[in-house]
């Protein structure tokens, strides 16, 4: 129902900023929490940032203050925007779509984000 696409990713000096992006398809969208989760080789998947329908947002501790999740409903997209990179931020970074009342889970395939020291 629900087909996230992630883009943005890239290779970043530190201190840098960069964006992603995430489509997902589908009639229903707004009513989707979207969530952005990262995962580093041997490393378990980590919550980032989330939105819910509402627009409340909650972070990872480590990503507070410099990233911002939003969402545009008109377009179907959430974005997270990163500033001031660290290389502890370099993971491949994916994006989830949760349905508020179909409770079901929909995963984009990930996209890459690199910062050089």
């Known amino acids: 129902q629900v087909q996230p696409v992630e883009s943005g990713g890239g290779l970043v000096h530190a201190g840098g900023s960069l964006r992603l992006s995430c489509t997902a398809s589908g009639p229903t969208f707004s009513n989707h929490v979207m969530r952005w989760y990262r995962q580093a080789p041997g490393k378990q998947r980590e919550l980032v940032a989330s939105i819910s329908t509402g627009g409340m947002t909650n972070y990872a501790e480590s990503v507070k203050g410099r990233f911002t999740i939003s969402r545009d409903n008109a377009k179907k997209t959430v974005y997270l925007q990163m500033a001031s990179l660290r290389p502890g931020d370099a993971d491949v970074y994916y994006c989830?779509?949760?349905?508020?009342?179909?409770?079901?889970?929909?995963w984009g395939q990930g996209t890459q984000v690199t910062v050089s020291s």
């Open positions: 989830n779509a949760l349905g508020r009342l179909t409770h079901r889970e929909y």
